[in-house]
């Protein structure tokens, strides 16, 4: 039987902790942008990533590494389950509320959080747990590419009605790389990617939101006071940063001009205050999280495990490599966060909740 090293992994928490102290400050920043607008809007957003996002996030990431892992394989199938009716509150009058033409924040005794983000957690449990069952079987499609079909197909009857296609994006991708970790052969692969693939497309040209946004990637100068308008200002402040930026607190681009800074552009207001060197970094700062993620799945005591800290690792990585992407251009905006530094106190707290798990599974990493 392999030995365990039964000490966290402190380059991967250390690697975290960089981010989030980023992302505080990055945060702080951008949200002077609100501030010059409203004081009141300011306040409340700031406590809301401070105590909610913050604190809370804390105390989550420490209650996880206590925590085994074990725990979550056994409640797998519930997590989801009630994470994909949590995600359906969002329907019900009063409880639910819509905010940007979208409905997808529920609101609790004043408390205002996104039940999505529990539902990528269920879900990564609970297809981590199913894989890790099946074993050799999922080399037969009934056992491996059949059932993220199903679970897919029922998250996607809730989310495309939000509309929220970004989520159903990170959790399609993400459930496509555990099929591959738990060894699913490639032509299963290929054709279920293929299958996903057309499904998008074809929501793209049969969405407005989705075809104006496919359209603005195509031709971002095509519309620059409308649908282009976030694309050019990012890019305005982006290239403005030059290579070492304006300084920390002296974006332009936050007051009035960025659309909401603290949000899904808050790394163009980065790359605007620290330049190509700063926003090289951060960047930097996400390929050593996603590589250090990954070498933990690795050495993972068991499938379960593995699976669970690489879908976790990977859902995250590929969430802050698609908002930089969207923000310089490389994508279509998605207007998905940038995980441990945009706003979001929901998104802060089980960001840093999924560190925890990560760094639970890192204490029984085989030596």
């Not at 940038?338 to 798990?357: E, P, W």
Request: aromatic share 12%; net charge positive.
């Amino acid at each position: 039987m392999a030995q365990t090293t039964k000490t966290i992994d402190y380059i991967f928490l250390t690697i975290a902790l960089i981010l989030i102290i980023a992302g505080i400050f990055s945060f702080f920043s951008a949200s002077l942008g609100v501030l010059a607008r409203s004081e009141s809007v300011f306040y409340q957003i700031l406590i809301s990533q401070i105590v909610l996002g913050l604190v809370g996030g804390i105390i989550a990431l420490y209650v996880c590494i206590r925590i085994p892992y074990m725990f979550w394989r056994k409640h797998a199938g519930k997590l989801l389950i009630g994470s994909i009716i949590l995600t359906s509150l969002v329907y019900v009058p009063h409880l639910g509320f819509a905010h940007g033409g979208a409905r997808r924040w529920i609101s609790i005794l004043g408390v205002s959080f996104q039940p999505v983000e529990f539902l990528k957690i269920g879900f990564i449990t609970y297809i981590a747990a199913w894989l890790s069952w099946a074993k050799k079987k999922v080399e037969n499609p009934l056992y491996g590419v059949l059932p993220l079909v199903i679970v897919l197909g029922i998250i996607a009857s809730v989310l495309l009605f939000q509309p929220d296609t970004k989520s159903l994006i990170l959790m399609s991708a993400t459930g496509l790389a555990m099929l591959f970790l738990s060894g699913t052969p490639w032509k299963h692969l290929l054709a279920l990617g293929g299958i996903v693939a057309v499904v998008f497309v074809a929501l793209a040209f049969h969405t407005p939101y989705l075809r104006q946004r496919v359209a603005t990637f195509m031709n971002p100068a095509s519309d620059p006071t409308g649908s282009s308008y976030q694309l050019q200002q990012s890019l305005i402040a982006i290239g403005s940063g030059g290579v070492g930026g304006r300084g920390f607190g002296q974006s332009i681009q936050k007051f009035n001009y960025l659309p909401e800074p603290q949000g899904d552009s808050i790394f163009a207001v980065i790359g605007e205050e620290f330049g190509f060197v700063g926003s090289t970094i951060i960047i930097l700062l996400y390929i050593l999280f996603a590589m250090r993620g990954l070498w933990i799945a690795r050495r993972a005591p068991d499938a379960f495990s593995g699976l669970l800290a690489s879908g976790l690792v990977i859902i995250i990585s590929l969430q802050a490599f698609m908002n930089v992407a969207s923000i310089v251009g490389l994508f279509p905006l998605t207007g998905v966060p940038l995980v441990f530094m945009s706003q979001g106190g929901t998104s802060l707290l089980l960001s840093l909740a999924t560190v925890g798990i990560i760094l639970q599974i890192s204490k029984e990493r085989k030596l």
